[in-house]
């Protein structure tokens, strides 16, 4: 299973963009980087998902440079509503062929 | 689309007694369906994997008698807590995942159990 890294936490300002990076150094060829959002007392909300270079949706940009050991998640403009914890999940993408396991996530903080 | 729920979203239940948890994938199939449990400020912690008309593969630590897993559909599955005590008390998460692709989990809402 890879081992996830991530900051423990992070501040930013209303309308600046945010970039957190996770770590996942023993990554499989077969395995996938994801982002989920979560609230206190919410389950985690699916954000982004990609297995290499870049993906970009409504709400963020996934970066993973080429040797696939890290990702970075980027929020453009974020609002107090994003404040959050962000976890990165890095597990195989076909749906029988194991688990993911949760790192410890990044709190991030968004001040007016 | 990938809408996942679960029944109930919170319970209050005497030491002693079994609570039954329910996970739905609302508009998708789910060959595949994860329990966690996630206690205050920590990161969610596998519970146990489970696949469609199989049994479930529990993590390390975690006892299959006392949280029965039963996955009967493509679209449920349930956790039972049985002879719950105060020490299950805490926030249990379900994910699934579509059958297909390389597709990534859905989490439902989350269920709070309170074990008096």
Known sequence: LAKTTQPISMDSYEGQEVN???????????????????????????????????????????????????????????????????????????TNAGKSTFGDGTTLTVKP | GAVVSQHPS?????????????????????????????????????MATSNEGSKATYEQGVEKDKFLINHASLTLSTLTVTSAHPEDSSFYICSARETSGAEPQYFGPGTRLTVL
């Not at chain 1, 919410?42 to 970066?63: D, H």
């Not at chain 1, 609002?79 to 999940?89: I, K, N």
């Open chain 1, 20 to 94: 957190i990076t996770c770590s996942h150094n023993n990554i499989a060829t077969n395995d996938y980087i994801t982002w989920y959002q979560q609230f206190p007392s919410q389950g985690p909300r699916f954000i982004i998902q990609g297995y290499k270079t870049k993906v970009t949706n409504e709400v963020a940009s996934l970066f993973i440079p080429a040797d696939r050991k890290s990702s970075t998640l980027s929020l453009p403009r974020v609002s107090l509503s994003d404040t959050a914890v962000y976890y990165c999940l890095v597990g195989p993408g076909n």
């Open chain 2, 10 to 46: 919170w319970v209050i239940c005497k030491s002693g007694t079994s609570v039954k948890i329910e996970c739905r994938s609302l508009d998708f199939q789910a060959t595949t369906m994860f329990w966690y449990r996630q206690f205050p400020k920590q990161s969610l912690m596998l």
